[in-house]
Each structure stands twice: as structure tokens, then as C-alpha cells.
Nanobody, 127 residues
Framework: QVQLVESGGGLVQAGGSLRLSCAASGGTFSRYNAGWFRQAPGKEREFVAAATSISGSTYVTYYAASVKGRFTISRDNAKNTVYLQMNSLKPEDTAVYYC?????????????????WGQGTQVTVSS
């Protein structure tokens, strides 16, 4: 059983930056692939970014088209933490952001394939 706790959300003006953190406990974090999703009011939860292991501590990263070039996912296995650096934020980035981990290698953008989820952190971008 893995517990995930997100932090770092808040209110920011358009064009600003935030860094989200997701601390893991209760399992061997390095064995899991990590991802970030978000859910805006009235919308389905959508994929944002993922870091998938290809060998040991080497990861390949994936991004939704809407955030590519602005967001960066990273992880520190020594700290059992995954991060999402968000730059050039836009009002349409407003959502609750969730981190999740999955044991599978495939399906980085499919929320149904993730095994554990955090409780979410609110990000609000004002125009």
C-alpha cells in the first residue's frame, strides 16, 4: 500500500509558476512509475505528465500536448518524491492536481491503470 500526499498548490497569476510535490510512503517508490493528472470542475480527470522507468533510475517523460514545453515532471527516489514544475501558467490550467503511481510500464496516460492516488491539491490561475 502506497500513500501519496501532494502539496504546493495555490493561487497564482497567469504567467506565473508553481512547483507541486508528491511525497510517497508505505511502499518501494522506485518500483513505481509516476504520473500527474488534473481535474477541472465539470470535466473528467485528464493526463498531464508521467515519468516511466526504462532502466533503473532512468526515466522517459511524457506530457499532454496542452502542457508540453511549460510543465516538467521529475522525481527524486532518495526522497520518495515526484515533482511537477509548472511555468507560464494559464487560467485554463486551473484544476485539482493529483499524483498517482502505477506498477505497469504501459499506459502512462490511462488513469485506470494507476494503482494509488493522492488526495489532490488545488491550483488556481487568475487572469
Amino acid at each position: 500500500q502506497v500513500q501519496l500526499v501532494e502539496s504546493g498548490g495555490g493561487l497564482v497569476q497567469a504567467g506565473g509558476s508553481l512547483r507541486l510535490s508528491c511525497a510517497a510512503s508505505g511502499g518501494t517508490f522506485s518500483r513505481y512509475n509516476a504520473g500527474w493528472f488534473r481535474q477541472a470542475p465539470g470535466k473528467e480527470r485528464e493526463f498531464v505528465a508521467a515519468a516511466t522507468s526504462i532502466s533503473g533510475s532512468t526515466y522517459v517523460t511524457y506530457y499532454a500536448a496542452s502542457v508540453k514545453g511549460r510543465f516538467t515532471i521529475s522525481r527524486d527516489n532518495a526522497k520518495n518524491t515526484v515533482y511537477l514544475q509548472m511555468n507560464s501558467l494559464k487560467p485554463e490550467d486551473t484544476a485539482v492536481y493529483y499524483c498517482a503511481v502505477r506498477a505497469r510500464a504501459e499506459g502512462y496516460s490511462d488513469r485506470r491503470l494507476y494503482d494509488y492516488w493522492g488526495q489532490g491539491t488545488q491550483v488556481t490561475v487568475s487572469s
